[in-house]
């Protein structure tokens, strides 16, 4: 506890940025699992986080797949090495990708040799997070009902060069052929910007 | 072939942009059709809240544009970058896609100059150098979810009336409304608060820029006032608890306070910078929430009425309900955020919430306090939320929290039988009545064909008026009490009042 009220004072480090950003990650991808309906909501638990009420999910494997893209996230983060995260649902019939939530990062590099933290507080940076969530909760008014039974997966754009960790392995894109997009809000920690937006398939019926 | 046209159908009610195939005409429409011309003629137009002639059996042809896809591009202000995207053919580098799709034809070999064009167009394109960048997942994907779990949302949007309960009701409840009044130009818009009910027995009814009452024991109607401008429109009305004054809130920022004998306007209080959405009164001191999520305490009694601010919202400020006793004030916000004040300040001067509720995913605009049980408040979540929860305000825990299934827009509670009703949009427009605090559904009333906006009682306790995105207002006798149990409640009530007689002699 005491750390963190230092890091408040403080202001932001480049260190503290990354885990903010992952942070928002776990719970934005969380909210989206709920949200969408992707697993039953009962297996989803209620906690407190940046001034609302959250939903995160309890079963055990998929809380520690989370946890390991997370912490990966984390230290690509702090490396000024990840681009985009992608949460791809796709139908499990027939794996068509149905929605698809973008998440683009914009990192400022020359923090990386700053020494001194940088000027934005905690609370402000709270408040764009909770604009951003409250949005993601809210897409659910216009998004197209998931009819069939589906399941997600995360991308991560990285630099090429970039060593790729054991148990990952490269991916396609997984674009949606004909579709609608919607930007959300995005949020900076200064160090860090995130974009967010979400593609939808257009509606196309026989 | 039916489950195509269903299908058809519901992909159609999802859509926002097409005609709606099988809607009932619009009201313009069924106008010009009677009056068999351009343009209804004054004398030949329906008035509002006559008794409509519509038959019970009709509600069978899909309802219009769901209200939870209209109103929320319709009358929230506009988020930076929260609008929709709507592509823009000139803006398309069409030219660039061209290229894209057509280079695998071209030779392989290419020169650097090229090479560098190519790079500064792809950056261009995908915002970053994407030959730079790879794509990686996590392998051991998690499991799905179980076999046999259907979407939960899917249960929503196809929901189907409820078979009828085994248990047979104590007590008959018509599944009819008494009446149906017509509300023309009824403005449909989540976050207003359109209607109120005296305790003279007048029904306020706010009809886009008009304020009509109705006299629930004669019938007859009065058109009170009428905005001066007409892109202005009333955005909440309440009356005072003795029935002689009614205060209303407009688009412009005012709050008015109307004299209903004289039917004459007393004051117009100006301290808002945006809409005025709700109103609710303690005593003398009337609470205004606005578009901004300020709250206002104006004392009507004094000149400089505006007398404390309230801040604890970020957004639209659409729920908004004093205790029975006046010791709180409960809001509700499209921020999610539900915020108990107390009637008086802290010691730094500033009133401060002394609970926040954060559990609601949608905009709060129910909000009702428990009669029988003091610090009881229930509250009703939007779209994205659909359940009702009740709570201590004291202690701060959720003592209940049950899943409607669709979006609640208000709540009443009856302390003639401990119940509670809800009303309901997308997608059957029902009023729910609940059991407390059991949370059992007693019975559901449906008729609406649009999302129900407002819920206001009788002051007998009897009825349940609710005025819906239809154009009309049903009143539902759900409440009635047992003529038996009436006397007695009668008798009672003249016991206690000859004890005093006694005590004064």
């Keep these: 506890e005491a750390d963190k009220l230092g890091r408040d004072q403080q202001g932001i480090t480049l260190r503290g940025s990354a885990e903010i950003v992952a942070e928002f990650f776990f719970y934005g991808i969380n909210s989206i699992l709920y949200q969408r309906g992707i697993y039953p909501p009962e297996t989803f638990t209620r906690v407190q986080k940046y001034g609302l009420t959250l939903l995160i999910n309890t079963d055990p494997q998929l809380k520690n797949y989370l946890n390991n893209v997370v912490e990966q996230m984390k230290e690509w983060l702090y490396k000024c090495s990840v681009q985009r995260l992608v949460v791809a649902i796709s139908s499990i019939e027939n794996n068509e990708v149905l929605e698809r939530w973008q998440f683009d990062i914009e990192c400022d590099r020359t923090a990386k040799d700053e020494s001194a933290p940088r000027e934005k507080t905690q609370k402000a940076i709270q408040d764009e997070i909770r604009s951003v969530i409250r949005q993601i909760t809210a897409t659910v008014t216009f998004l197209p009902l998931l009819e069939a039974a589906c399941a997600f997966d995360l991308l991560i754009y990285t630099d090429k060069d970039l060593a790729v960790p054991e148990k990952w392995e490269e991916s396609g894109p997984q674009f949606i052929a004909n579709s609608e997009e919607v930007c959300l809000r995005s949020f900076t920690t200064t160090i860090h910007k995130v974009n967010s937006k979400v593609a939808y398939k257009k509606d196309s019926f026989p | ?505």
Aim: aromatic share 8%; net charge positive.
């Design chain 2, 1 to 505: 072939m039916a489950q195509f046209v269903f299908e058809a159908d519901l992909h159609g009610l999802l859509k926002l942009d097409t005609p709606i195939p099988n809607a009932p005409p619009a009201r313009w429409q069924r106008k010009a059709k009677e009056s068999g011309g351009p343009g209804p003629s004054p004398a030949a137009g329906v008035s509002p809240m006559r008794p409509a002639n519509r038959s019970h059996s009709s509600s069978k042809t899909p309802s219009r544009t769901p209200g939870k896809s209209g109103s929320k591009i319709q009358s929230t202000p506009t988020k930076v970058g929260g609008d929709r995207y709507i592509p823009n053919r000139s803006t398309m580098q069409m030219e660039m896609a061209n290229f894209l799709l057509t280079k695998e034809n071209d030779p392989a070999e290419e020169s650097p100059t090229k090479k560098e064009q190519q790079k500064a167009w792809a950056v261009n394109l995908n915002g970053f150098d994407i030959e730079e960048a790879k794509i990686l997942r996590l392998s051991g994907k998690p499991q799905n979810a179980p076999e046999g779990y259907q979407n939960n949302l899917k249960v929503l949007y196809s929901q189907k009336t409820t078979p009828g309960s085994s248990r047979k009701n104590s007590r008959y409840i018509p599944s009819i409304p008494d009446r149906i009044l017509d509300a023309p130009e009824i403005r449909n818009d989540y976050y207003l608060n359109l209607i109120d009910w005296s305790s003279q027995n007048f029904l306020a009814v706010a009809l886009d820029s008009s304020v009509y009452l109705w006299n629930h024991s004669t019938g007859e109607i009065i058109q009170l006032l009428q905005m001066e401008h007409p892109d202005d429109y009333v955005s909440s009305v309440s009356w005072i608890k003795e029935g002689n004054y009614l205060a209303v809130g407009t688009s412009n920022a005012e709050v008015q306070l109307w004299d209903i004998q004289q039917q004459k306007r007393l004051r117009n209080m100006t301290s808002h910078s945006s809409r005025v959405g709700s109103l609710s009164w303690n005593s003398y001191i009337l609470s205004s929430g606005a578009r901004t999520g300020h709250i206002h305490h104006h004392d009507v009694r004094v000149a400089e009425h505006h007398v404390a601010t309230l801040a604890g919202h970020t957004q639209e400020v659409c729920g908004l309900k004093w205790s029975l006793d006046g010791r709180y004030l409960a809001s509700g916000g499209n921020d999610n955020l539900v915020n108990i004040w107390p009637c008086t300040q802290g010691d730094s001067g500033d009133f401060a919430p002394i609970q926040t509720f954060t559990q609601h995913q949608g905009a709060v605009k129910a909000v009702a306090w428990c009669p029988w049980q003091s610090n009881v408040l229930a509250t009703g979540g939007g779209t994205s939320d659909r359940h009702i929860r009740i709570w201590n305000v004291c202690s701060g825990t959720c003592l209940s929290a049950v899943d409607a299934r669709s979006q609640v827009c208000s709540i009443l509670w009856s302390s003639n039988y401990r119940e509670f009703i809800s009303g309901h949009g997308f997608a059957q427009n029902q009023l729910v009545i609940w059991k407390y605090p059991t949370m059992a559904k007693v019975t559901e009333l449906r008729g609406h064909t649009a999302r129900v906006l407002n819920l206001t009682m009788s002051p007998d306790g009897a009825t349940v008026a609710s005025a819906a995105a239809d154009e009309t207002l049903r009143l539902w006798r759900c409440f009635e009490m047992d003529p038996i149990k009436k006397k007695e409640k009668e008798k009672a009530n003249s016991a206690k009042s000859s004890i005093i007689h006694q005590g004064i002699r």
